[in-house]
């Protein structure tokens, strides 16, 4: 490459310098983008900032995102992401350089991984390029101190822009990257008027016939006593069709990040947070995530147990199919198989982790499922293959994609139809897929936008959350983590379903699960904590919780 010229490489060493590697520390570019303790982030934020940088330039000079959270974490962690042009996550085929650049452990080394990577993928330093990085972060009391460090990576790359958006839900930041690039407007004041006001056009579509007379009962919405609840409160006045109570809400003195709280321990430990107890029997809950882009429902069950039920993410991606099927059958129904108004390529994506009985219902409703291995950017990039396509984790993050191309069609169909048959079962159904290609968050999954779509729909169907929840039961499942010396020496396949390393693993589990009725099990090292997780699903809680004990230890035999 041309020299980058002696202000970049000063440049570059005085960041590296600023933020030295400690001997021993490690970072690395994981699925949810560098973890740890808060305190301790700052080499691997600056770095992350100064990639941040050099992906714009690459992309001549396209926003790019940074947020710094470390989402469902205990509060002192934190964490740094990057968020790619599309409003997606950072292309992988950058973590490899990601991780080389936050270990670099000298000024001159991490000057000489930039000048080559640069080298390699024909960027161009100092020559007039551009590069803007969107920043945000989360509630944590280390994110502030981040951001800054962030500021420093990102002006690190000379003639770099750090624009500073505040306090924000990570899916917002996707939201503003993803709608800059687009030309679109993309302020925060933005993103709450097209989910508020497509949430309200969405109830606007609902048929006198159809939905419920009732009065809309009250949702509980758990804040994780993050971001997500603050932003909740912000739009309330907006919703005035709901009637929404916010717990662990976020605001000074309510409680701890993500303590007993939140869609990660609402879903990993099925009792209900904390603020919640007998008093909310019965009552539709919901709960977000400490960066409010996991959502899950619940309800507690009795006022003599903390247990819940819970609606995971696997039920709220079936109601979405539901709905959105639906939709597409009327604007249809006039129509032959193969001359349809509007041909649609559905495609529903999952992980191993989804409940046997939500595949099995998507599969019965004549669907074709396919699975990726764990891990947003895997199941996100699936989705992008299909008119529309949907992904979810059973954790609760997720969402629904659309083409451009299907969007235009629908757009023409609509105003087709406003021309000649305004007002019809067809026009209705097709501005309410309109509608729901506003409300739903494209660039990621969302808490926010989430909720506000299950809202709609089930005031659109008149369901309560039993009737929801009744769309079928989920096989009882468990989840165990095994420590091992090395997570890495498990090589799986097949989405992560079966082991292919070491050999002879396989078939042990094989062997254990061929001793239940509908056994399921699969083990597969984190991307995120040093463990190997262990799924199993069986027909009782008892057979469940055995299998997966059963297998952890056979885990921890062959492995130590
Ligand atoms: C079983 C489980 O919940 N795994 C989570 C967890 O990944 P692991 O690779 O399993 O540590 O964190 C990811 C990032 O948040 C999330 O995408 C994923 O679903
Ligand atoms: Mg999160």
Request: charged fraction near 25%; hydrophobic fraction near 40%.
């Amino acid at each position: 490459m041309a020299d980058p010229g002696g202000e970049q490489r000063a440049a570059l060493l005085v960041a590296a310098s600023l933020f030295p590697v400690p001997d021993g520390v490690h970072f690395s570019y994981g699925t949810a983008g560098f973890r740890a303790e808060g305190s301790t982030m700052a080499p691997a934020v600056c770095r992350a900032g100064i990639v941040a940088a050099l992906r714009s330039v690459k992309l001549g000079g396209a926003a790019v995102g940074m947020v710094i959270t470390a989402s469902h974490n205990p509060v002192d962690d934190n964490g740094v992401k990057i968020v790619d042009a599309d409003g997606g996550m950072m292309s992988r085929a950058w973590e490899p350089f990601s991780d080389a650049l936050a270990n670099a452990p000298t000024p001159d080394a991490l000057l000489q991984l930039v000048l080559q990577f640069a080298k390699d993928e024909g960027i161009t330093l100092g020559e007039g390029h551009s590069a803007q990085v969107f920043l945000a972060r989360d509630t944590r009391p280390t994110g502030e101190y981040l951001l800054d460090v962030a500021t420093k990576g990102i002006n690190a790359i000379v003639d770099s822009v750090a624009l500073d958006m505040g306090i924000l839900t990570t899916p917002q930041l996707h939201w503003m990257v993803r709608n800059k690039n687009r030309g679109l407007k993309s302020s925060e004041v933005d993103y709450f008027t097209q989910i508020t006001e497509s949430f309200r056009h969405l109830l606007e579509l609902i048929p006198d016939d159809k939905g419920s007379d009732k009065p809309i009962e009250k949702l509980i919405v758990d804040g994780a006593n993050g971001i997500g609840g603050l932003k909740l409160e912000e739009i309330k006045p907006k919703l005035a069709s709901l009637d929404i109570v916010v717990r662990n809400s976020g605001k000074e003195g309510e409680g701890i990040l993500n303590e007993r709280c939140g869609a990660d321990f609402v879903q990993k430990e099925k009792v209900h947070p904390a603020g919640f107890g007998p008093n909310d029997v019965g009552v539709r809950c919901a709960s977000f995530d400490g960066d409010a882009d996991r959502l899950v429902y619940f309800r507690i069950a009795s006022p003599s147990s903390t247990m819940i039920d819970l609606v995971d993410g696997d039920k709220i991606l079936s109601l979405f199919v539901l709905f959105i099927r639906e939709q597409l059958d009327i604007v249809n129904e006039k129509d032959s198989e193969d001359n349809k108004v509007l041909p649609t390529r559905f495609g529903v994506v999952q992980t191993a982790y989804a409940n046997g009985a939500s595949t099995e219902f998507l599969k019965n409703l004549g669907l074709k499922v396919v699975f990726t291995s764990t891990g947003v950017k895997y199941l996100h990039k699936k989705a992008l293959e299909y008119d529309i396509g949907i992904y979810f984790e059973a954790n609760g993050h997720g969402t629904v994609l659309f083409t451009d191309e299907f969007v235009s069609r629908l757009e023409s169909l609509t105003s087709e139809f406003s021309s000649k048959a305004a007002g019809s079962t067809q026009h209705e159904a097709a501005l309410r897929l309109l509608a729901t290609t506003q409300l739903i968050n494209q660039a990621v999954g969302d808490a926010l936008s989430g909720m506000l779509l299950v809202e709609a729909i089930l005031q659109h169907k008149g369901w309560s959350l039993q009737n929801w929840s009744d769309l079928y039961t989920d096989l009882p499942s468990k989840q165990l983590k095994v420590k091992v010396k090395d997570r890495t020496s498990i090589v799986t396949t097949d989405a992560e379903r079966k082991v292919f390393q070491p050999s002879g693993l396989q078939e042990l589990i094989d062997r254990e699960v061929g001793n239940y009725s509908q056994g399921r099990c699969f083990v597969r090292p984190s991307g995120t904590e040093d463990v190997v997780r262990v799924y199993a699903e069986a027909s009782t809680v008892e057979a469940a919780d055995s299998l997966a004990k059963s297998v952890a230890q056979l885990v921890e035999r062959i492995l130590g």
